[in-house]
């Protein structure tokens, strides 16, 4: 049996009296990639923020490992293994490229700035953060600052941040929206990557009909904050209301 990485328990977030994200309750394991579906303002984006501590419950839980996170802030469950990729506001923009991934990689590793190890660490550091920035394709762009690359670039940037934080579990909103037809691959070849490593599982937000198919092994769906479906793809995606509410009309089929 593989083992459930991440757990929501009746995960509710009222705001007012509107009920975003209404008493869901799922679980995700090691080596699987959940596409988490559903209309524009089915509560996707604000079931991620609940998750990843963005904003806090208002009732429900969250459990990492089977231990309750629900209290703790985006910072602690992000240290326990719970890693969203980042957003541009969580980047140094007047740092390099190469600095902000050396700077996510030391932080997972706890390195200090002690005078002793500096020299060695700094090194050790570069090779690793070089080497992530190749596999999102950014090695030529490594000196430039945050702030003057493209759009896709940065989006690639904040994939290769979240490489670097290597959580438990990886949650993308989107990964390619905005890129060109170049550029998507990368990303999805690295996502695929990612799934493969069996001990880590990823949530996908997710609008593109063939990126989820080439990369989902589960689909959730979100209707009216609820979980209106779960289950594989092709089971998922036949049932005929899912067809007929959801996926016919709001997915972008390319
Ligand atoms: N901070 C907030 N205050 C009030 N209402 C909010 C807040 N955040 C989200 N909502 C509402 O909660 C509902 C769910 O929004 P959410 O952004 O999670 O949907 P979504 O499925 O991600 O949509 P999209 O596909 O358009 O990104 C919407 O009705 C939205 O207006």
Do not use: W
């Not at 985006?74 to 326990?80: G, H, I, M, N």
């Not at 957003?87 to 932080?107: A, C, D, G, K």
């Not at 690359?149 to 993308?172: N, T, W």
């Amino acid at each position: 049996m593989t083992q459930t990485l991440l757990e929501t328990d009746a995960l509710t977030v009222r705001f007012g009296g509107h009920v975003a994200v209404d008493a869901v309750s799922s679980s995700f394991r090691a080596g699987e990639l959940t596409a988490i579906v559903g209309p524009n303002g089915a509560g996707k984006t604000t079931y991620f923020n609940l998750i990843s501590g963005q904003i806090p419950a208002s009732s429900g839980r969250v459990k990492l490992l089977g231990e309750d996170i629900t209290r703790l802030g985006v910072a602690d469950r992000c240290r326990r293994g719970l890693g969203r990729a980042f957003q541009l506001t969580n980047l140094f923009p007047s740092l390099s490229v190469l600095e902000n991934v050396r700077l996510v990689i030391q932080s997972k590793q706890h390195k200090g700035f002690g005078l002793f190890s500096m020299a060695d660490s700094h090194q050790e550091l570069t090779v690793a953060a070089m080497a992530i920035l190749e596999r999102v394709r950014l090695d030529i762009q490594k000196g430039q600052l945050v702030s003057e690359l493209s759009h896709g670039d940065q989006r690639k940037l904040e994939v290769a941040l979240l490489i670097g934080l290597d959580p438990m579990v990886y949650m993308f909103d989107e990964p390619t929206a905005g890129m060109s037809v170049d550029e998507a691959p990368v990303i999805l070849d690295l996502i695929a990557e990612i799934k493969a490593d069996r001990a880590r599982t990823v949530l996908l937000v997710e609008h593109k009909l063939d990126v989820i198919r080439s990369l989902a092994d589960r689909i959730i769906v979100l209707h009216n904050g609820a979980l209106a479906a779960d289950g594989p793809p092709a089971e998922v995606m036949a049932s005929a209301v899912v067809q007929e509410a959801y996926l016919g009309k709001e997915l972008d089929h390319v």
